[in-house]
């Protein structure tokens, strides 16, 4: 079981940077590949990025590529999520997600077992 809480939202101009941050509970977090996930009002969760386990594979959506950028610590069971250049289209709730790391199906989010609670990202012109 994990449980996974994130944090670091609000409220920020065009431009500016976010640093979201999601902690882990559970002994085998350095067995999870860990995502993020974006859903804006009246649209489908999408995804954003993934880190594998060891963290030497990442993969950025296109739409975050060169502005985001995802780390994890495993001795502290954190991954973070630092934000640059956003801009209004990246307002959403942005949501911390676990799954065994097989080494494939990273971009599905039926594929993660576990969620956070989500944590609001707005992005004001």
């Known amino acids: 079981q994990v449980q996974l809480v994130e944090s670091g939202g609000g409220l920020v101009q065009a431009g500016g940077s976010l640093r979201l941050s999601c902690a882990a509970s559970g002994r085998t977090f350095s067995s999870y590949a860990m995502g993020w996930f974006r859903q804006a009002p009246g649209k489908e969760r999408e995804f954003v990025v993934v880190i594998s386990w060891r963290g030497d594979r990442k993969y950025y959506a296109d739409s975050v590529k060169g502005r985001f950028s995802i780390t994890r610590d495993n001795a502290k069971n954190t991954v973070d999520l630092q934000m640059n250049s956003l801009k209004p289209e990246d307002t959403a709730v942005y949501y911390c997600?676990?799954?065994?790391?097989?080494?494939?199906?990273?971009?599905?989010?039926?594929?993660?077992?576990?969620w956070g609670q989500g944590t609001q990202v707005t992005v004001s012109s």
């Open positions: 997600a676990a799954k065994i790391d097989t080494g494939s199906s990273y971009y599905a989010s039926l594929r993660y077992d576990y």
